[in-house]
């Protein structure tokens, strides 16, 4: 069974402050790791994708990458009100189940002005 | 450019009934996946359809079934609806079986009564 963990929250971050969400996932083979975002009632929205160990960038957003420690995460700098939404950490594996997507349940992070 | 379409946004349907949801992809995609997403929980894979045939299956009992057409867009068909089959229906579009960057839908919600 190929597990994705969030930190459930929910994260509660002044804005401007810099907020962090963390994903652990099980299955060592895992490939592709993605970060959705989702308001309440709509659906996800893909914000950050990453393949390599590392940090990629876009914007205010920062998703770091290390397989060795299985180990994903989400930095939104410069957090707005805006931001308040759900983040979903998504995997993908490797192997048989290619193709496939493995979500964790999702932190709640909340921006008060 | 189009994104993935979904038909119809709410349902309400009678214990025993069945339903056909409707996703049309992106624009230049050939994959479709369905995802069930019950409140609190992260989106679980159901199956994902490329070139007209199921080619992933996650846990998802048979009652759950889909098609995929030519012009690449797809149903999912639930027979006998239960009560916790109620929940929010995406569908996510991409292009190829890897682990390319998935595309979501604006989702069906499904209430079972």
């Known amino acids: 069974q190929k597990e994705v963990e969030q930190n459930s929250g929910p994260l509660s971050v002044p804005e401007g402050a810099i907020a962090s969400l963390n994903c652990t996932y099980s299955d060592r083979g895992s490939q592709s790791f993605f970060w959705y975002r989702q308001y309440s009632g709509k659906s996800p929205e893909l914000i950050m994708s990453i393949y390599s160990n590392g940090d990629k960038e876009d914007g205010r957003f920062t998703a770091q990458l290390n397989k060795a420690s299985q180990y994903v995460s989400l930095l939104i700098r410069d957090s707005q009100p805006s931001d308040s939404a759900t ?9 048989s189940t290619l193709g496939r997507l493995y979500f964790g349940r999702g932190t709640q992070l909340t921006v008060w002005p | 450019d189009a994104g993935v379409t979904q038909s119809p946004t709410h349902l309400i349907k009678t214990r025993g009934q069945q339903v056909t949801l409707r996703c049309s992809p992106k624009s230049g995609h050939d994959t479709v996946s369905w995802y069930q997403q019950a409140l609190g929980q992260g989106p679980q894979f159901i199956f994902q359809y490329y070139e007209e045939e199921e080619r992933q299956r996650g846990n ?3 009652r759950f079934s889909g098609h995929q057409f030519p012009n690449y867009s797809s149903e999912l068909n639930v027979n006998a609806l239960l009560l916790g089959d109620s929940a929010l229906y995406l569908c996510a579009s991409s292009l190829g079986l890897v682990n390319t960057e998935a595309f979501f839908g604006q989702g069906t919600r499904l209430t079972v009564v």
């Open chain 1, 87 to 95: 983040y979903l950490c998504a995997v993908g594996p490797r192997g």
């Open chain 2, 60 to 62: 998802f009992p048979d």
